[in-house]
C-alpha cells in the first residue's frame, strides 16, 4: 500500500490516489494503443473517445440538461472573469452586468469586467455592508438574497458560489423572477465546490469552473452553459473565446489541453464509482460537520466565518495565539498533514477538505489539532 500525507492544499488539490495510479499505469500506452495521452492526435480516434466520455460522464454526474453546452476551455476561472463579459454584456444591448461581491475571487471578477461595460454592485459583504443592519468582519458571510439589487436590464449576475480563501459557499440560489429580474442569467464561479454537491440548472444559466480542486489537475476550465446564451460575444472578443466557436468545434477549436481532460474523465470515473455527487455531498457534510464542531468546541482555535455561509471545501481558521502559528505548521508537517497555511491576504490556517480529501484525513487533522493543543494550551 502506497502511504503519503494527507494534502489539505486549496489547489492545485489532493486527487484521488486510485486516479493517479491509473494514470502512472497508462503513462506511456493508453489501452494497448502504444502512445501516451500527451502524444495523441487531439483529433484521433483515442483522443475524441476520452473527451466524449469526460463529457458524457460530466453530464452525468451534475445531471446538465439537454439545453446546456458542456465545454472544456483553457486560461483557468481568471480568464473567464473576461471571457464572461466579452460574451454575455451585449447579449440584449444594456452593456450592464452586476457582480455580487463576497471575498478576493468576486471581487476580482467584478474587477475585470469593468473593462467591458457598465458594471453595478447587487450585494457586498464587504466592510461598508450591514447585515440585518449591522456591520460585520467583512467577507465572512453571503449577503441576504432579499437584499440583492440586481438592474433588470442586466445582461447577467455573477456570483462567486465559494469563496476558496475566505471559506464561505452560498448554494442555496435563488430564482430569479423573486428578485424582480427573470431576464437576467444568474453566471456561477463554483470552481472550488464544483462537484461537491449537486448543481441546481434551473436557477444557474451558467457554471463555471477551473478543474484544480475536485475534478482535475490545473490547464481545463469547465463551463457549463446553457444553450441560447451563446452567441453573443463582443466583435473584440478573442475567437479561442468565443463559447460559440468553442461549442461549435466540441471544445476543440484549437489544441485542447488533452492531459488535462484525461485526467478530468478518470476523475470524473472515479466520483461515479464513489456513488456520484449525492454520495460525495453526504461525505463532505459529515466531514465539514467534524471539523467545525471541533473548532467551535474548542477554546484555543476559532473559525471567524458566519456558521450560516460556512464552505464545506475551505475552512480557514486560527490559532487564538498566533504567536504558534509557526510551531502549528512545521509540526503538522511532521505528522504528515500538509498545506494548511491560510492564505497570506487572510492568514492563519486553512484546510481544504474537497472530495478526494477521506474522512479520515479529516480525523487525523482533528487529533493532531487536539494534541497540538494539548501540549501548547
Ligand atoms: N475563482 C475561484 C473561486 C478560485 O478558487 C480560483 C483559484 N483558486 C479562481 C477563481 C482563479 O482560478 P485560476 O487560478 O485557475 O485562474
Redesign the pocket.
Known amino acids: 500500500m502506497v502511504m503519503r500525507p494527507w494534502n489539505f492544499s486549496?489547489?492545485p488539490s489532493a486527487l484521488p490516489l486510485e486516479v493517479l495510479q491509473q494514470a502512472a499505469s497508462e503513462m506511456t500506452d493508453w489501452h494497448g494503443c502504444g502512445m501516451s495521452v500527451m502524444e495523441m492526435s487531439h483529433r484521433g480516434k483515442q483522443f475524441t473517445q476520452i473527451r466524449d466520455e469526460a463529457e458524457a460522464d460530466l453530464r452525468e454526474l451534475l445531471g446538465v440538461p439537454d439545453d446546456f453546452e458542456v465545454l472544456f476551455m483553457q486560461g483557468?476561472?481568471?480568464?473567464e472573469n473576461a471571457i464572461v463579459p466579452l460574451n454575455l454584456i451585449g447579449r440584449n444591448g444594456s452593456g450592464k452586468a452586476d457582480y455580487i461581491l463576497t471575498g478576493i475571487?468576486s471581487n476580482k471578477s467584478h474587477k475585470e469586467a469593468q473593462r467591458y461595460g457598465d458594471i453595478a454592485i447587487a450585494a457586498s459583504s464587504g466592510a461598508e455592508a450591514t447585515l440585518d443592519g449591522v456591520k460585520q468582519d467583512p467577507w465572512t458571510w453571503f449577503p441576504k438574497v432579499q437584499d440583492w439589487k440586481v438592474r433588470p436590464d442586466a445582461a447577467y449576475l455573477h456570483l462567486?458560489s465559494?469563496?476558496?480563501i475566505g471559506g464561505v459557499e452560498f448554494a442555496d440560489w435563488p430564482d430569479m423572477a423573486s428578485l424582480g429580474a427573470a431576464q437576467v442569467p444568474l453566471v456561477v464561479?463554483a470552481?472550488?465546490h464544483f462537484l461537491s454537491r449537486p448543481i441546481d440548472f434551473s436557477k444557474a444559466s451558467m457554471v463555471y469552473a477551473?478543474a484544480?480542486k475536485n475534478a482535475g489537475p490545473?490547464g481545463v476550465t469547465v463551463v457549463i452553459i446553457r444553450k441560447e446564451l451563446v452567441g453573443h460575444a463582443l466583435p473584440v472578443c478573442p475567437s479561442a473565446f468565443d463559447y460559440a466557436n468553442v461549442a461549435a468545434a466540441g471544445s476543440m477549436f484549437n489544441t485542447p489541453p488533452t492531459y488535462a481532460i484525461y485526467i478530468a474523465g478518470l476523475v470524473f470515473k472515479w466520483l461515479k464509482r464513489q456513488g456520484g455527487v449525492a454520495a460525495i455531498q453526504a461525505a463532505n457534510i459529515a466531514k465539514a460537520q467534524a471539523l467545525y464542531s471541533y473548532l467551535d468546541d474548542s477554546r484555543f482555535y476559532v473559525s471567524r466565518v458566519h456558521a450560516a455561509s460556512r464552505s464545506r471545501m475551505n475552512v480557514p481558521f486560527f490559532l487564538r495565539d498566533e504567536s504558534l502559528n509557526a510551531a502549528f505548521l512545521s509540526e503538522a508537517e511532521a505528522a504528515g498533514l500538509m498545506q494548511l497555511k491560510g492564505h497570506k491576504s487572510v492568514g492563519g490556517m486553512r484546510a481544504s477538505i474537497y472530495n478526494a480529501v477521506p474522512l479520515e484525513a479529516v480525523q487525523a487533522l482533528i487529533s493532531y489539532l487536539q494534541d497540538f493543543e494539548r501540549r501548547h494550551g
Open positions: 486549496a489547489g483557468g476561472a481568471t480568464a475571487w462567486c465559494n469563496e476558496t464561479d470552481s472550488s477551473g484544480q490545473a
